[in-house]
C-alpha cells in the first residue's frame, strides 16, 4: 500500500510539472507533439500504479490456490504415516515403502474387554483358593486392508510425493527419525516443499516478502509442511483458513 501511495504522489506532481513546464517553455508548434509524448507517458505511468495495486492480488490470488492443492498431498502422506506408525511404531523417509505399506499393510481390529481370573499368587500367599484379579481381554476379531481404510478406490496415494504445482519434477521432501523426551525414544516425520518450488515463476518480490511471513493468518516461513522433526507434532503449519492443518 505505502508502495502505491508513492507511486501515486509522484505521478501526479510528475504531470503537474510537465504541463507547466510545456505551458511556459515550449513553443505553441512542438505542443501537439508534447502533448502526445505527455499522455503515453501519462498512461505508462497510470498502468505502473495499477499494476503495484493488481499485482499483488493476482500473487494471493494464485498462491491461495496452489496452497490448497499443495495442502492436499500433505495430508495425504500425513494420513499414511500415521497409519504406518500404528502398524510398524514407527514412521518411515522412503515412499517406496509407505506406498507398499499401503497396498500391502493392514490394520488389526481388536476388542478389548473386561474379565476375572484366579489370583493363583494371592491364594497361595494367603492359604485362599477365592481371590480373583481383574484382567483386560483383548481380542483379535479381523483385519481391514490399510488401503481401504485411508483411499478407499483411490490411487492418489501413487503420487502424493509429487508436488502437483509450482516447478514440475520436485518432491516433497520427507524426513523420519526420533527424538528422545525424559529417556523415551518417540517417532517424528516430516514432509515439507519450499514456498521457492511452489511459486517459482510467480513475481520475486513478493514471493520475497511470502518466504519472510510472519502471521497468525499466513504460512510463516519459507516452507509448507506437516510434521517436525524437533518436536512431537504432525499438524501443519498452515492456518486454518486453508483447512484443517490436524
Known amino acids: 500500500m505505502l508502495k502505491f501511495i508513492l507511486i501515486a504522489v509522484a505521478v501526479v506532481l510528475f504531470t503537474i510539472v510537465l504541463v507547466k513546464l510545456v505551458d511556459k517553455f515550449i513553443p505553441s508548434k512542438f505542443k501537439p507533439i508534447l502533448s502526445v509524448v505527455l499522455w503515453v507517458l501519462i498512461g505508462f505511468l497510470a498502468y505502473q500504479t495499477y499494476?503495484?495495486?493488481?499485482?499483488?492480488?493476482?500473487?494471493?490470488?494464485?498462491?491461495?490456490?496452489?496452497?490448497?492443492?499443495?495442502?492436499?498431498?500433505?495430508?495425504?502422506?500425513?494420513?499414511?504415516?500415521?497409519?504406518?506408525?500404528?502398524?510398524n511404531g514407527q514412521f518411515t523417509d522412503s515412499y517406496d515403502e509407505l506406498v507398499k505399506f499401503i497396498e500391502t499393510g493392514k490394520f488389526t481390529i481388536t476388542q478389548?474387554?473386561?474379565?476375572?481370573?484366579v489370583d493363583v499368587e494371592a491364594n497361595k500367599r494367603f492359604g485362599l483358593t477365592t481371590m480373583m484379579k481383574d484382567i483386560v481381554v483383548i481380542d483379535t476379531l479381523g483385519f481391514v486392508p490399510v488401503k481401504d481404510s485411508l483411499f478407499k478406490t483411490s490411487t492418489?496415494?501413487?503420487?502424493?510425493?509429487?508436488?502437483?504445482?509450482?516447478?514440475?519434477?520436485?518432491?516433497?521432501?520427507?524426513?523420519?527419525?526420533?527424538?528422545?523426551?525424559?529417556?523415551?525414544?518417540?517417532p517424528v516425520f516430516e514432509a515439507s516443499v519450499k514456498k521457492n518450488v511452489i511459486l517459482y515463476d510467480q513475481d520475486k518480490d513478493m514471493l520475497a516478502?511470502?518466504?519472510?511471513?510472519?502471521?497468525?493468518?499466513?504460512?510463516?516461513?519459507?516452507a509448507l509442511k506437516v510434521g517436525s522433526m524437533t518436536e512431537v507434532n504432525t499438524n501443519g503449519n498452515w492456518p486454518k483458513t486453508y483447512g484443517s492443518n490436524e
Do not use: C, H, W
Request: charged fraction near 30%; charge should be positive.
Open 51 to 87: 499494476m503495484s495495486i493488481y499485482t499483488p492480488i493476482l500473487f494471493n490470488q494464485e498462491k491461495n490456490r496452489r496452497y490448497k492443492v499443495i495442502i492436499n498431498n500433505l495430508k495425504d502422506i500425513r494420513d499414511s504415516q500415521l497409519a504406518y506408525r500404528q502398524v
Open 209 to 222: 516478502q511470502e518466504n519472510q511471513v510472519v502471521s497468525v493468518d499466513g504460512v510463516n516461513g519459507d
Open 156 to 186: 492418489r496415494y501413487k503420487t502424493m510425493m509429487n508436488v502437483p504445482v509450482g516447478k514440475e519434477g520436485e518432491k516433497f521432501e520427507l524426513k523420519a527419525g526420533f527424538i528422545e523426551q525424559n529417556d523415551i525414544k518417540i
Open 112 to 117: 478389548r474387554k473386561d474379565s476375572s481370573v
